[in-house]
């Protein structure tokens, strides 16, 4: 099994620029969410959704988008970057009770 | 609101010695409690949960956490510590039941010395 698979790993985008992160999961999990790390904020959770059709803004959705048509899909959109935005990306689902299963994270630079 | 404290960003371990990585919580519902470790330029992987049950809680690479109900406390801990333990240690919680969100802590950088 792949797990949780993101792409692209690197971008850098200009102030302004659009873009969309992907993150795809082959374990048929209902739940996936989408996580910003930065240095001495830890992870901060931005959307997350429980299943196809059903999405929920976590701590810090500002600035971002996100749609779930399929159960394995889950991407994130930046409109309008900004340096703000500057960060690595990390999408994760989870089954149940069960623990987070992490993708290896997008690290994206805005200038 | 739920939220995660992790006092120490970062704890220095001789390698042998026993290490303590501290979490307090706070959560309306029943806690589940979650460990992880990233190493460096890596995603981040599970070590432990605490979903119900006994107290102590035994994981992956020879950890362990107490969940503490009465200090809301679930700190993570490890009889002798390895060089190789060294990274960034996040607890993790969420109310119990459903598909609810999970909020992390800042994270903990372990170093141990050789």
């Known amino acids: 099994n792949a797990g949780v698979t993101q792409t692209p790993k690197f971008q850098v985008l200009k102030t302004g620029q659009s873009m969309t992160l992907q993150c795809a999961q082959d374990m048929n999990h209902e739940y996936m969410s989408w996580y910003r790390q930065d240095p001495g904020m830890g992870l901060r959770l931005i959307h997350y959704?429980?299943?196809?059709?059903?999405?929920d803004q976590g701590e810090v959705p500002n600035g971002y988008n996100v749609s779930r048509s399929t159960t394995e899909d889950f991407p994130l959109r930046l409109l309008s970057a900004a340096p703000s935005q500057t960060s690595v990306y990390f999408c994760?689902?989870?089954?149940?009770?069960?623990?987070?299963?992490f993708g290896n994270g997008t690290r994206l630079t805005v200038t | 609101a739920q939220s995660v404290a992790q006092p120490e960003d970062q704890v220095n371990v001789a390698e042998g010695n026993p290490l303590t990585v501290k979490c307090t919580y706070s959560?309306?519902?029943?806690?589940?409690l979650f460990w992880y470790v990233q190493y460096p330029n890596r995603g981040l992987q599970f070590l432990l949960k605490?979903?119900?049950?006994?107290?102590l809680v035994k994981g992956s690479y020879g950890f362990e956490a107490e969940f503490n109900k009465s200090q809301t406390s679930f700190h993570l801990k490890k009889p002798s510590a390895l060089v190789s333990d060294s990274a960034l240690y996040f607890c993790?919680?969420?109310?119990?039941?459903?598909?609810?969100?999970?909020?992390f802590g800042t994270g903990t950088k372990l170093q141990v010395i050789p």
């Open positions: 993790a919680v969420r109310d119990g039941g459903g598909y609810q969100k999970v909020t």
């Open positions: 959560v309306s519902g029943n806690p589940y």
């Open positions: 605490y979903i119900t049950g006994d107290n």
């Open positions: 959704s429980v299943g196809a059709g059903i999405t």
């Open positions: 994760a689902s989870r089954e149940g009770s069960s623990s987070l299963h």
